[in-house]
């Protein structure tokens, strides 16, 4: 059983950076596939970022909503049981509850990386994050 807990949301201005935090239980973190949901109002959740593990000490990232990428990023510290996603150049439409999930992977080159909530097991209570205009 992994538990997860977001932290880092909050309210910013347009054009501000923020960075979530993911900690994680569980001492085999590494070997997880990770991403990052969002649910702006009245909207569906959607995948914004998926860390793949690939085996060893690889990942994979990719970014899923056309929207953020050059401007998010996800990371991870094995370390520390950590997956974060700076967020730079923010804007109102950035605006949702920023949730963490994770899934098991068999760490296979080629495996689809994490595309619905359906992909994983493992989900934190998400975040706030609010971008005034």
């Known amino acids: 059983q992994v538990q997860l807990v977001e932290s880092g949301g909050g309210l910013v201005q347009a054009g501000d950076s923020l960075r979530l935090s993911c900690a994680a239980s569980g001492r085999t973190f590494r070997s997880y596939d990770t991403a990052w949901f969002r649910q702006a109002p009245g909207k569906e959740r959607e995948i914004v970022a998926t860390?793949?593990?690939?085996?060893?000490?690889?990942?994979?990232?990719?970014y899923n909503t056309e929207s953020v990428k050059g401007r998010f990023t996800i990371s991870r510290d094995n370390a520390k049981n950590t997956v974060f996603l700076q967020m730079n150049s923010l804007k109102p439409e950035d605006t949702a509850v920023y949730y963490c999930?994770?899934?098991?992977?068999?760490?296979?080159?080629?495996?689809?990386?994490?595309?619905?909530?359906?992909?994983?097991?493992?989900w934190g209570k998400g975040t706030l994050v609010t971008v005034s205009s």
């Open positions: 999930a994770a899934r098991i992977s068999l760490g296979l080159r080629g495996t689809r990386p994490p595309t619905s909530d359906a992909d994983m097991n493992y």
């Open positions: 860390s793949s593990w690939m085996g060893g000490n690889t990942y994979e990232n990719t």
